[in-house]
């Protein structure tokens, strides 16, 4: 027989009320009586009603989480970890993609879509503009993740673009590389436009010059784009000694061309990606990145999220909340060549 927050308020030795208030993760409630709430309720193996508990609340139980693209492996594992965190809190998350197109964009995000009521949307967009979201005829909160160049009134979770950019072009300039490549600029797109800053900072700290013509735009961070671009970049008069790749799929189809013209990386081309994808710990050679904190991203961006739609955060209706997310440089055989294990 499944148990009730009676059972486990009888166990606990408190009023369900206050069974009901740990169940709801209800901030005030002190640690010591939580612990024995919670114990309780592993013990007895009681299981929330959560559809009543939506109906009761007026919520659907649902977060919406907006990619550009489910395929690119950045995007399916922060979706992976965000499905873990908003599970955890008893919450689904429905997905959809946009593949970076304005219309479908604006059609998830300023609109319910498909008659489906969010209590929240985490969205990655690529197209959206401040006043597209300032108009969203949904009340439900949205929080944007990635690097933006505008000002919305929404909690935006990111990493600084600008600053691992900067990290991960130094490094390379370190290893006395100094015609490094940049494969990935986009104009007008929030990420790249950082990620070329932080790239032309670097280059400005070391006092070395910047070749404009290895500043290779592509439409897309997939492998084939990195191919193509790293192609024309072995084409040019004076090829480039290093690159750094906007994203870890570029810089792997970059590689892979890099060997197939009988370039060694690292010793005639050193390559370094951007995200920390499970392909690059086991590409030959293994690939050396900017790695994101995505569980950390994850944890934030539900964790926020759920603050708006329970009204518990601090600085409900004072404004927007910018949560920076932690990242490192992680070094690999891309750089540095295959060292003893």
């Given at each position: 027989m499944a148990s009730t927050l009676k059972d486990v308020a009888l166990r606990a030795g408190v009023s369900v009320r206050t069974v009901s208030n740990v169940v709801n993760n209800y901030v005030y409630v002190a640690e010591e009586t939580r612990a024995k709430v919670q114990a309780a309720i592993d013990e007895l193996g009681y299981r929330p009603n959560l559809l009543a508990r939506n109906?009761?609340?007026?919520?659907?139980?649902?977060?919406?989480?907006?990619?550009?693209?489910l395929d690119v492996p950045y995007f399916a594992e922060l979706a992976r970890l965000i499905v873990q965190e908003a599970r955890a809190a008893g919450y689904t998350v429905l997905i959809d993609q946009t593949d970076g197109d304005e219309r479908r964009e604006r059609e998830l995000v300023t609109e319910d879509p498909r008659g489906v009521s969010f209590d929240g949307m985490i969205v990655s967009p690529l197209s959206l503009t401040a006043e597209q979201f300032e108009a969203r005829r949904t009340t439900a909160p949205v929080l944007l993740l990635g690097e933006q160049l505008f000002t919305a009134r929404?909690?935006?979770?990111?990493?600084?673009?600008?600053?691992?950019?900067?990290?991960?072009?130094?490094?390379?300039?370190?290893?006395?590389?100094t015609r490094i490549a940049a494969i990935?600029?986009?104009?007008?797109?929030?990420?790249?436009?950082?990620?070329?800053?932080?790239?032309?900072?670097?280059?400005?700290?070391?006092?070395?010059?910047?070749?404009?013509?290895?500043?290779?735009?592509?439409?897309?961070?997939?492998?084939?784009?990195?191919?193509?671009a790293m192609a024309r970049l072995l084409d040019l008069p004076e090829p480039p000694d290093a690159v750094f790749a906007f994203s870890d799929l570029l810089a792997l189809g970059a590689q892979r061309v890099a060997l197939h013209r009988g370039l060694a990386v690292p010793?005639?081309?050193?390559?370094?990606?951007?995200?920390?994808?499970?392909?690059?710990?086991?590409?030959?050679?293994?690939?050396?990145?900017?790695?994101?904190?995505?569980?950390?991203?994850?944890?934030?961006?539900?964790?926020?999220?759920?603050?708006?739609?329970?009204?518990?955060?601090?600085?409900?209706?004072?404004?927007?909340?910018?949560?920076?997310?932690?990242?490192?440089?992680?070094?690999?055989?891309?750089?540095?060549?295959?060292?003893?294990?």
């Open positions: 109906l009761k609340l007026g919520r659907s139980g649902i977060i919406g989480l907006v990619v550009p693209e929404v909690d935006h979770v990111a990493i600084d673009n600008v600053a691992a950019a900067r990290e991960a072009t130094a490094h390379l300039i370190s290893l006395g590389r990935g600029v986009q104009e007008g797109v929030g990420t790249a436009m950082l990620r070329t800053r932080g790239y032309r900072e670097a280059f400005a700290q070391a006092g070395l010059p910047l070749d404009e013509a290895l500043m290779i735009p592509t439409r897309f961070y997939h492998r084939a784009d990195g191919a193509t010793r005639d081309v050193a390559i370094v990606g951007f995200d920390d994808i499970e392909d690059g710990r086991y590409s030959t050679p293994t690939l050396t990145t900017i790695a994101p904190d995505k569980a950390e991203i994850a944890r934030a961006a539900v964790r926020q999220i759920l603050a708006r739609i329970d009204g518990t955060d601090a600085d409900r209706g004072a404004g927007s909340k910018e949560i920076e997310s932690p990242y490192r440089l992680v070094v690999r055989e891309s750089t540095l060549g295959v060292t003893a294990a």
